[in-house]
């Protein structure tokens, strides 16, 4: 059975960190291009940060550039989103995502989420 599990999430204090964790099961990530997206109440789900399968390129959402970094150990099957200097505008349930296209085949795993609230 397929899972993706995230963790981590809580509340924290503006200028606060978090470190979120995804644990994959029934399937091997080192295939996959991983992802973190965000959905705060009454927005659109939001593409936060993504890394390639080897782990060689990641990239940001510009919101979060400089604050947020995603790692990956595929030796143990999981990814990370460390999140420093976090602020208000933070806080949304936090999802990852296991993406892979195979010639016509395409695999789109999703975790249930986690929430992130940033609040004194």
């Known amino acids: 059975q397929v899972q993706l599990v995230e963790s981590g999430g809580g509340l924290v204090q503006p200028g606060g960190s978090l470190r979120l964790s995804c644990a994959a099961s029934?399937?091997?990530?080192?295939?996959?291009?991983m992802k973190w997206y965000r959905q705060a109440p009454g927005k659109e789900r939001e593409l936060v940060a993504a890394i390639t399968s080897a782990g060689v390129s990641t990239d940001y959402a510009d919101s979060v550039k400089g604050r947020f970094t995603i790692s990956r150990d595929n030796a143990k099957n999981t990814v990370y989103l460390q999140m420093n200097s976090l602020k208000p505008e933070d806080t949304a349930i936090y999802y990852c995502?296991?993406?892979?296209?195979?010639?016509?085949?395409?695999?789109?795993?999703w975790g249930q989420g986690t929430q992130v609230t940033v609040s004194s």
């Open positions: 029934g399937f091997t990530i080192s295939s996959f291009a």
């Open positions: 995502n296991a993406e892979r296209v195979l010639f016509i085949r395409s695999y789109d795993y």
